[in-house]
């Protein structure tokens, strides 16, 4: 497989390590990870089981790690797994030589091979994995009535502040932003997205609309359990309002809303949401800011134009539509950044892409020998696959984690390595507004540019199946509802087979196409 170097470019050898740095401080030199969110946490448990007697060091700056459990490989990309929010000692005990701390990363020194945290330790490496994530980009930073949504203490400390609102306004169109919107009752909910559909980044026009009906009708309550964990936190260690963000926990998994209550102050269990289309916030107001402009808020719909005058907000939204929202607080779901702050800042010099984050080649090393990356904090750099390309998602994170441990192993061990194939397919399932949602690899016809055909099947409220063709093969799918289509489509994607002979038959319900190319 070619391993995505330029002609000439030189794999970089393992800088060979000063004698002192063998054991320092007590603490003898092996893997060092740094982030107790899922690609860190991933990453040690996949060291552990390739390298059962290397010390592995997990530094995590939040008290509470997350570990993936019941994974499921449903396909040959395609996989499913819950995520669970443990207690460092559970980590620790079965995984015996890893030592979870917890500890905040201040800096790294890339040719003594050594990381130091803020409370004055040095912990000495022979390989190094960064796995500190991504931070929520806020639309007003220090604005006490601005958060934003990224671990368990932010979501906490949302809950919190939604139990005594009126109205709120959500600004993103992301999975965060559409599982809010869909799950908050007794509020109302201003959502401002900057596309002309809901869901854009995973979804689009056509799957929007298929559900657009869901925003306001009643929630399907599902009657099966839900196997995944309902996060807790025993002992929240710092105020989420005063939180530095490079503090921030992992980010959350699947299902990270079951267990939370998602009401507002309305008695009633009502699911009031209002969109606006096109716009992004213009400025964010306190109520003197608002006086001041003497303005006049617009009513949400629905309410009379007297009792909007009367309300008295706690901060207002304007809109670059000129729309103007009081609210009683703003959850800023826009995305999310790299978390890099201490390794930029180091005296070494990481290569970094245009999104902020670390480059990685496709064996996850960073441009500094004997230093990887995986996660929502790096940026794949090789040349990738056809229908692969990276989403900040925490499935990937899974990915990159365990093959970044396999990397740090065989280059250790001086073996060749071959990429895994996760690589080769993007492959995301998911749950949006009650629905099974699985996304395959170019899902919107990313970057296949005008030469491409889309064919689309869709019962009201029961599926929505899109594939995406070009030359007549299979390139991408999105997949809304219980269709049983995923691993039919991922393998005709993965197969590359002509499908030019079966036209829109590809479609057809009364074809049961799992047969029609077994």
């Known amino acids: 497989m070619a391993d995505g170097r330029e002609d000439g470019e030189v794999r970089r050898e393992a800088a060979p390590l000063p004698p002192c740095s063998q054991h320092q401080h007590g603490r003898t030199a092996g893997f060092v990870v740094v982030g107790g969110g899922i690609a860190g946490v991933t990453c040690a448990e996949q060291l552990s089981a390739l390298s059962p007697d290397a010390p592995i060091t997990l530094l995590s700056a939040s008290p509470l790690i997350k570990s993936v459990t019941n994974f499921r490989q449903v396909g040959r990309a395609m996989e499913e797994f819950d995520v669970e929010e443990k207690l460092t000692s559970v980590l620790q005990h079965a995984c015996p030589n890893v030592r979870v701390l917890h500890s905040q990363v201040k800096s790294v020194d890339t040719h003594k091979h050594e990381v130091y945290t803020d409370d004055g330790e040095t912990f000495p ?44 306004v959500i600004v993103g169109n992301g999975g965060i932003a559409i599982e809010l919107v869909y799950e908050i009752e007794g509020c109302e909910v201003i959502w401002a997205i900057k596309d002309d559909a809901i869901g854009n980044t995973f979804f689009d026009a056509g799957a929007a609309e298929f559900l657009l009906p869901h925003l306001t009708a009643g929630k399907c309550e599902e009657k099966k359990p839900v196997k995944r964990l309902k996060y807790t936190l025993a002992e929240p260690s710092v105020d989420c309002a005063k939180r530095d963000e490079s503090t921030m926990g ?114 996850m090393h960073t441009s500094v020998p004997d230093v990887y990356a995986a996660g929502d904090v790096c940026t794949a750099s090789w040349e990738l696959a056809p229908q692969w390309f990276q989403m900040r998602l925490w499935s990937q994170a899974r990915q990159m984690g365990a093959y970044a441990a396999k990397c740090m192993v065989a280059d250790r061990d001086r073996e060749d390595i071959e990429m895994d194939f996760c690589f080769e397919l993007f492959a995301h399932v998911t749950k949006f507004f009650n629905y099974k949602v699985v996304l395959l690899g170019r899902y919107n016809a990313q970057g296949l540019g005008k030469e491409h055909e889309l064919l689309v099947r869709c019962t009201k409220g029961v599926e929505y199946v899109k594939v995406v063709l070009q030359a007549g093969r299979m390139q991408g799918a999105v997949l809304i509802g219980d269709t049983d289509l995923e691993e039919t489509f991922e393998n005709l994607i993965i197969n590359g087979m002509d499908l030019s002979p079966y036209g829109e038959d590809l479609l057809d319900p009364n074809i049961d196409i799992e047969d029609y190319f077994d």
């Open 125 to 168: 490496y022979t390989k190094l994995c960064i796995c500190t994530g991504g931070q929520p980009k806020l639309i007003a930073r220090d604005n006490p009535h601005v958060i934003g949504i990224r671990d368990t203490e932010t979501v906490q400390h949302f809950q919190q502040r939604l139990a005594s609102a009126r109205r709120v």
């Open 250 to 363: 992992g980010a959350l998994g699947p299902d990270w809303k079951e267990g939370w209550s998602m009401r507002g102050k309305q008695d009633k269990a009502t699911h009031q949401v209002h969109v606006e289309y096109k716009c992004e916030v213009q400025e964010v107001l306190t109520k003197e800011d608002f006086a001041r402009s003497r303005r006049t808020a617009d009513s949400f719909p629905g309410t009379s134009t007297a009792d909007q005058q009367n309300a008295d907000w706690p901060v207002y939204v304007l809109l670059t539509n000129e729309r103007l929202f009081g609210c009683d607080f703003v959850v800023s779901a826009t995305g999310v950044v790299p978390s890099t702050g201490p390794f930029i800042h180091s005296t070494t010099q990481f290569s970094m892409a245009a999104d902020g984050g670390l480059r990685v080649d496709d064996h």
